[in-house]
């Protein structure tokens, strides 16, 4: 009996850990810990023979309220990852060194190298004005690099001088000439990025842009790439808005400048509208970037332009698709071209044959950048992001087999939470046109359940909800207390052709309302598990106007969230800083188009607001100022509309820092659990 006992509680005990490891390990939701424990990798590189990788990844922490970012190796098989350079200084922009076994890295505004175990690091440049960025001539003997200067100053002593004085002086008045005197979140102050040359044996510096009063690369419209050596360094070419200042320019060009001390820059693109990512065709016949045709127009068709060195002779290869080109590289024969393209809900890869002009569709799914080609010429390395994994390494051969993911920084945190993938759904929008729509499921989903919905609007308004790991807005996130997450690409979003991005422009509140709510009203319809009486929406910068604009004319969801929302059109223009897009989104001036401002601004149907908002912004976001949340949390408050107001005195147009981060969140879901019923 005593024996029956004992085999019995045995049995117990076993059962009882049993269930306790199968509760231990299984998945959970994500919360804001995991959001911000997962490493964000920004750039890579892969070395002369192939077998090495070298990426920067930034990890975060609560404590110390910022990031860092550490350089990694890996081998090209994903074997043998590592950290080899982990500093509290950060370190960033790893390249492989031409023609050695060394690596390079910004750390503390200078250049450094290090061989790939991270041992001997070595300090290369020591400018005062410090390293922006940079880029290694082919045979490794110069640096071209950028460098916040005065414009006026010849010398490092100058600029050392000029910042010295600046910060003694107790008169902290400026006095304004020009339009440009701010941009995005920074006072821009009087200097300028100059694009600087270092020859590396002679361990001399020349301003190559000496004297400009314009920054290169440009502030704002330009890429990650918009300078580069000649194959043979005896010409570099950049990008430029000669027009910058005047605040309603977006004429970046490009120019070439050649090395031998006596030229000047020579202008080679011809379009007024946005010229940028300029490269050298490796065998050294062309030189290619993406080109705008509009003045005026942020958002236009971004075309790949070649220009023939010899004759002058430019050809667009991309006038028969109607994708915009982002970031691209050349063929190491330079007889094609891989770039990537937004392509409805992903960003895709695409192949250009040169001689033939044929475009094809080359990797569809996910979101792909950062497109980078091996020694051999035989595969792509490229970041890949989806709804369910933040960016890691992939290798694709160029015959399009063989994907692989090469690194998997962040596994151990995935692999404990329940997330689920992207769906889509498509309805019918303004004037019969096709709308597409993410719906993303709450983990755990039952399909017997009812869930709440939230309902999330893009910005931009030119942008689009894609099939990406946003640390910002996070789909996983916003699912994780048991949303049904739906966000629509409406009228104005990127990856469906020009014309559908077009038709916001002048209409902001017209087609694309429609487009919105039409997916709204498919979606309770056709999807028996979402709660037609439980939905939320929210949005940011031009989705924060359409909640406001929402906030006036509908009653469809129980509580708002507007995040840098413009809310009064008119005001908006006179305290915004690049005026090239009020203007060409209504049409001109306030004095010009007074009725298209009025007619579209939300502060003018304010009034009609009966459901609650919760109203956030930031002191530093001068693309929408916070004059605009604080006229719109004044009208709700005065209208006795249930409101609330998150300020962040400490952050731009975006919420940055881990701990704001976490307030951010926990304010949202908490507005939205507030009034779920």
Same mark, same amino acid.
Not at 31 to 41: E, Y
Not at 460 to 468: F, K, L, S, V
Not at 651 to 663: I, R, S
């Given at each position: 009996m005593k024996n029956f006992i004992k085999n019995l509680f045995l049995i117990f005990l076993i059962l009882i850990v049993t269930g306790l490891q199968i509760?231990?390990?299984?998945?959970?939701?994500?919360?804001?810990?995991?959001?911000?424990?997962?490493?964000?990798?920004?750039?890579?590189?892969?070395?002369?023979?192939?077998k090495k990788i070298i990426f920067a990844a930034t990890s975060f922490s609560f404590e110390t309220n910022k990031g860092?970012?550490?350089?990694?190796?890996?081998?090209?098989?994903?074997?043998?990852?590592?950290?080899?350079?982990?500093? !509290?200084?950060?370190? +960033?922009?790893? =390249?492989?060194?031409?023609?050695?076994?060394?690596i390079s890295f910004i750390k503390g505004g200078q250049v450094w190298t290090c061989n790939l175990d991270g041992s001997q690091e070595k300090q290369v440049t020591d400018i005062y004005s410090?390293?922006?960025d940079y880029e290694w001539s082919n045979d490794g003997s110069k640096i071209l690099f950028t460098s916040s200067v005065y414009p006026e100053c010849k010398t490092q002593d100058c600029n050392e001088a000029k910042d010295? !004085?600046?910060?003694? +002086?107790?008169? =902290?008045?400026k006095i304004f000439e020009n339009l440009m005197y701010r941009h995005w979140n920074d006072w821009r102050g009087d200097k300028r990025s100059h694009l600087f040359i270092y020859d590396i044996k002679n361990n001399s510096y020349t301003d190559l842009t000496e004297g400009l009063k314009e920054d290169v690369p440009p502030l704002a419209l330009g890429s990650s790439n918009d300078f580069n050596f000649s194959p043979d360094a005896s010409e570099v070419v950049y990008t430029m808005n000669p027009e910058f200042t005047s605040a309603i320019s977006t004429n970046n060009e490009i120019y070439i400048l050649k090395l031998d001390g006596k030229s000047t820059a020579k202008l080679i693109s011809e379009s007024k509208g946005v010229d940028c990512q300029p490269l050298y065709s490796p065998d050294g016949k062309f030189i290619s970037w993406t080109s705008m045709k509009r003045a005026g127009f942020e958002a236009d068709k971004k075309d790949l332009i070649i220009y023939d060195r010899k004759n002058g002779k430019m050809k667009n290869l991309t006038e028969s698709i109607d994708r915009s080109v982002d970031d691209y590289i050349w063929s190491h024969d330079s007889k094609s071209i891989f770039f990537v393209a937004q392509n409805e809900i992903y960003q895709s890869i695409y192949k250009i044959d040169i001689s033939s002009g044929k475009i094809s569709l080359f990797h569809k799914d996910n979101y792909n950048s950062q497109i980078k080609l091996s020694a051999d010429g035989n595969t792509l390395f490229f970041l890949k992001q989806k709804a369910t994994m933040p960016n890691e390494i992939f290798s694709l051969s160029v015959d399009g087999t063989k994907l692989t993911q090469v690194t998997f920084l962040n596994q151990d945190v995935l692999s404990k939470l329940e997330m689920n993938p992207v769906e889509t759904f498509w309805c019918e929008g303004a004037n019969g046109d096709r709308v597409q729509s993410i719906l993303v499921k709450p983990p755990f989903f039952d399909e017997t359940k009812k869930y709440p919905m939230i309902f999330l609007i893009h910005g931009?308004?030119?942008?689009?909800?894609?099939?990406?790991f946003h640390f910002r807005w996070n789909y996983q996130m916003f699912a994780s207390e048991g949303y049904v997450v739906v966000a629509p690409n409406p009228r104005g979003s990127t990856g469906y052709g020009q014309k559908f991005t077009d038709e916001i422009s002048g209409d902001w509140g017209g087609k694309v309302y429609v487009d919105l709510m039409n997916s709204y009203d498919y979606a309770v319809s056709n999807f028996s598990f979402i709660d037609?009486?439980?939905?939320?929406?929210?949005?940011?910068?031009?989705?924060?106007?359409?909640i406001n604009w929402i906030a006036g004319h509908t009653d469809r969801f129980n509580a708002l969230v507007s995040h840098a929302g413009v809310f009064n059109l008119e005001s908006m223009y006179g305290t915004t800083e690049e005026l090239w897009f009020p203007e060409w989104e209504y049409g001109g001036t306030p004095w010009e188009k007074r009725e298209v401002y009025h007619k579209w601004s939300p502060h003018r149907y304010i009034h009609n607001c009966k459901t609650p908002v919760l109203v956030v912004h930031g002191?530093?976001?001068?693309?929408?100022?916070?004059?605009?949340?604080?006229?719109?949390?004044?009208?709700?408050?005065?209208?006795?509309?249930e409101s609330k107001f998150l300020y962040f005195p400490d952050?731009?147009?975006?919420?940055?820092?881990?701990?704001?981060?976490?307030?951010w969140w926990t304010t949202v879901l908490d507005w939205f659990r507030k009034f779920r019923k």
């Open positions: 509760t231990f390990a299984q998945n959970r939701a994500i919360n804001i810990d995991d959001l911000w424990a997962l490493k964000r990798i920004s750039s890579f590189d892969i070395n002369h023979d192939d860092n970012s550490d350089i990694y190796i890996v081998n090209a098989d994903g074997s043998e990852l590592k950290p080899i350079l982990f500093s !509290e200084k950060s370190e +960033s922009l790893p =390249k492989f060194v031409p023609n050695s076994d060394l410090g390293v922006n010295k !004085e600046s910060e003694s +002086s107790k008169v =902290k008045a931009g308004p030119q942008g689009a909800w894609e099939d990406n037609k009486n439980n939905t939320f929406a929210a949005g940011a910068s031009y989705g924060g106007y359409m002191a530093y976001d001068f693309r929408v100022p916070e004059e605009q949340a604080f006229q719109l949390f004044t009208s709700l408050k005065r209208l006795g509309v952050e731009t147009h975006f919420v940055a820092k881990p701990l704001n981060a976490k307030l």
